[in-house]
């Protein structure tokens, strides 16, 4: 297989992702969807609870016990498919990696250079990347900026095959939400 030359900087939609570009953009807004996954999901539960009258820990009962009422209030129902379409792009991503750390000859080294670049809940530089990454691969000495540039388009191009391949189940929301990151 050809290697692709994956452009770090690209923000191009491309239907085909023959770069690899729309990866690297899912990967850059992660952290994002991911707070804005854990704040609406907070905020749907309140809002839930407060109008049905739930007390803190009976969220699952109130969702049972007044499925047809939240299921047509038109707000409440949006907030949720919305809810669903992010965890779905969240899902994949979290799903596709770990599928790669367990089963990749490469996996240790994925999931690092993947989680301390991108998936990690708060942001590191460079430097505080490649120590971190040096350390959880168990090298000597911390690993140059071209070994991680190196490692890092590796990483990138194997969840690129997973995510753009045709056994992803959320390719269609994935593909949506590219296309809205890059309007």
Not at 60 to 69: A, E, G, Q, R, V
Not at 72 to 91: A, F, G, H, P, W
Not at 136 to 143: C, Q, S, T, W, Y
């Amino acid at each position: 297989m050809k290697n692709k030359n994956v452009n770090l900087k690209a923000k191009n939609y491309d239907p085909y992702n023959k770069e690899c570009n729309n990866t690297v953009l899912l990967l850059k807004n992660f952290r994002t969807l991911a707070g804005r996954v854990a704040s609406n999901t907070v905020n749907l539960k309140r809002f839930i609870e407060n109008e049905y009258g739930a007390k803190t820990g009976e969220f699952i009962d109130t969702l049972k016990k007044h499925n047809i009422d939240i299921n047509s209030n038109e707000v409440v129902r949006q907030n949720l498919d919305k809810l669903v379409y992010e965890n779905n792009i969240l899902t994949c991503i979290e799903g596709f990696i770990d599928s790669l750390k367990e089963n990749h000859p490469d996996g240790k080294q994925i999931y690092c250079i993947l989680y301390y670049t991108y998936l990690r809940k708060y942001k590191l530089n460079n430097e505080a990347i490649r120590n971190k990454i040096s350390y959880e691969l168990d090298k000597v000495e911390v690993i140059s900026k071209q070994t991680y540039v190196n490692y890092l388009k590796k990483a990138i191009e194997e969840l690129d095959i997973l995510i753009w391949g045709d056994s992803n189940p959320y390719i269609d929301e994935v593909l949506q939400y590219v296309k809205e990151l890059n309007l």
